[in-house]
């Protein structure tokens, strides 16, 4: 199997810590997005969409990083995607939650507006109106984040088992500390991450990104 990822992508990295903490034999493939690589022919014949992560396993394509994370979780039998019906259709509704609702706010609303020159809005008084409008709806998510999905005292999303879901949520959520966003409001959400990123690979595979955080402090970001 081989995966097209580059570690700063916010949906590689799910799909990158699950491959690790399993211990799955996947050749990795950087493309560099910094670099336009994602537009160029030999990528964009695998990929249309010109995202990544993509996971060609024997000629077998996937696209959408939610989906090659149950892909492989299926292949391998782990635990983290449960055969149960009713605690996998938990799972699935988690990671319906981050894509369909949160993610669409924070960070094409909030985050990446602020941080990449090609979503930034040309003219000023639309781009302050779209992060403010990301900064309130999001502050909304947090909050049922905070208070439904990881409220009762839960471990995880779930329950106290780690699921797919917290993979995947994880790296949508700490796509704020691009901006550093503040999650002491949220202490329900901050337990939560605080224990992902307890787990023995977290700081390899998010070693770029954290990185990347790091050059961004001390700018003047529209943050919760």
């Not at 369909?100 to 003219?123: A, T, V």
Request: charge should be neutral; aromatic fraction near 14%.
């Amino acid at each position: 199997m081989k995966l097209y990822m580059h570690p700063i992508s916010t949906t590689c990295r799910p799909v990158m810590q699950f491959i690790a903490d399993n211990d799955i034999k996947v050749d990795m493939e950087v493309v560099d997005i910094l670099k336009g690589q994602h537009y160029e022919p030999a990528y964009s014949t695998l990929n249309p969409n010109h995202l990544i992560p993509l996971l060609d396993d024997d000629g077998f394509r996937l696209t959408e990083s939610a989906a090659i994370l149950r892909y492989l979780a299926d292949k391998i039998g782990s635990p983290a995607y449960p055969k149960d019906l009713r605690q996998r259709a938990k799972v699935n509704e988690a990671m319906d939650w981050f894509n369909s609702n949160f993610y669409r706010d924070w960070g094409y609303g909030l985050i990446y507006p602020q941080l990449f020159p090609h979503l930034k809005r040309e003219d000023a008084k639309v781009q302050e109106a779209v992060v403010a409008w990301g900064k309130e709806k999001s502050k909304a998510w947090l909050q049922v984040l905070n208070d439904h999905w990881l409220g009762g005292g839960k471990k995880y999303l779930c329950g106290d088992q780690l699921t797919i879901a917290d993979y995947f949520g994880a790296a949508i959520t700490t796509a704020g500390e691009l901006i550093h966003c503040d999650f002491s409001a949220y202490p329900n959400i901050k337990r939560w991450l605080d224990t992902f990123k307890a787990e023995p690979n977290y700081p390899k595979v998010y070693e770029t990104f954290i990185g990347f955080c790091a050059s961004t402090k001390g700018q003047p970001w529209q943050a919760v």
